[in-house]
């Protein structure tokens, strides 16, 4: 797709400032060629700014005297960026058909401007929005309902009676609503305790590949409006994550959890259950969090990496921490005394 900078400027807005060019894709600043359209958004590319050979560029004010190329000039280039991908590299639509492979219960609601993918199952009762995108191989359970214009990758399970909003993309593997990880000891053996809430994933929701969210034990695991989620993410029962928190891949959340609005969590990080994480708390890749955060700040819990021996090292002066402690205070304690004595 081909589209002029002022056709760009007209349809996504900002400011066009030098010659209208035709701009037929977005490239890096590094490969960008002729007829492309780069960005930055960081004062360190500002050389590389200048040696590009793309025919024009988005940036914000402070980098416009680093430039001679066209360019549009907006507050957040790097969200232009992003939108300006989404215009040059629009979606095809799936075909509005139930495949013949498709197993579809008679109970269950489907508008004809859904998609419904070769060997997906669709269970009893089930409720779909208009546009809905159910791709192949995908399991949707009794009572499950899921917003217009969601779109579930193929591969997708979501069980029984849990809801999924409008507007999200769900991608392959996810698994919504498994049983939640609860168990009972009862003489040395282990109870199951029946997961009978549900989970519940508002509007404009992203899921990456392989993430799982179990239903809750007895209230629900609520995932609120416009969370991005990352690929190979656990997110345990009763959890809640506040709307437009961003979590990054690997990222563990154990169960009862409640992590905060516009959270920023690192990936690998781990959460233990029945926290409470503050709005606008920024977590540190690899991080575990072991009680709760009630102020909005970063948080990091991580040790530099070192050489294998050198870490045994570290690890054997670390048993003895509590040892030295007392040995300081003791030395603390005796040179108190030397100058109480020397009278200073």
Not at 82 to 87: E, G
Not at 231 to 237: C, K, Y
């Amino acid at each position: 797709m081909s589209i002029t900078l002022k056709e760009i400027v007209r349809t996504l807005g900002g400011e066009l400032v030098g010659e209208d060019t035709l701009i037929d894709r977005v490239a890096s600043i590094a490969n960008a060629q002729a007829g492309n359209i780069t960005f930055i958004v960081d004062a360190k590319y500002r050389e590389e700014l200048k040696k590009t050979r793309a025919s024009a560029v988005i940036l914000s004010e402070e980098n416009c005297a680093y430039t001679d190329l066209p360019y549009i000039l907006t507050k957040n280039p790097y969200a232009y960026f992003a939108k300006l991908l989404t215009l040059l590299n629009p979606k095809v639509s799936a075909a509005k058909e139930v495949h013949s492979d498709a197993v579809v219960e008679k109970t269950a609601v489907i508008p004809s401007s859904c998609s419904i993918g070769p060997n997906a199952v669709i269970g009893a009762n089930v409720k779909l929005g208009e546009h809905v995108v159910i791709g192949a191989n995908c399991y949707i359970g009794a009572n499950a309902s899921i917003g217009a214009n969601t779109e579930l990758q193929a591969n997708v399970t979501v069980y029984h009676d849990c809801v999924i909003g409008k507007n999200c993309t769900i991608a392959a593997g996810v698994v919504i609503g498994a049983d939640g990880f609860g168990y009972a000891n009862q003489n040395g053996e282990w109870v199951k305790i029946p997961q009978v809430g549900r989970v519940i994933v508002k509007d404009n929701v992203d899921i990456g590949a392989n993430t799982s969210i179990d239903r809750g034990a007895l209230d629900d695991t609520v995932i609120e409006q416009g969370v991005k989620l990352d690929n190979l993410i656990q997110i345990g029962h009763n959890c809640l994550i506040g709307e437009h928190t961003v979590i990054a891949g690997c990222v563990g959340i154990a169960g009862s959890a409640r992590v905060g609005k516009r959270c920023k969590i690192g990936g690998a990080a781990m959460i233990l259950g029945h926290l409470e994480i503050a709005d606008d708390v920024t977590v540190s890749p690899g991080s575990m969090i072991t009680r709760s955060l009630h102020q909005s700040d970063t948080y990091t819990a991580l040790m530099p990496f070192q050489s294998h021996g050198d870490w045994l090292k570290t690890a054997a002066n670390s048993r003895r921490l509590g040892e030295m402690a007392g040995t300081i205070k003791a030395l603390e304690k005796e040179i108190a005394m030397i100058k109480s004595k020397n009278g200073n």
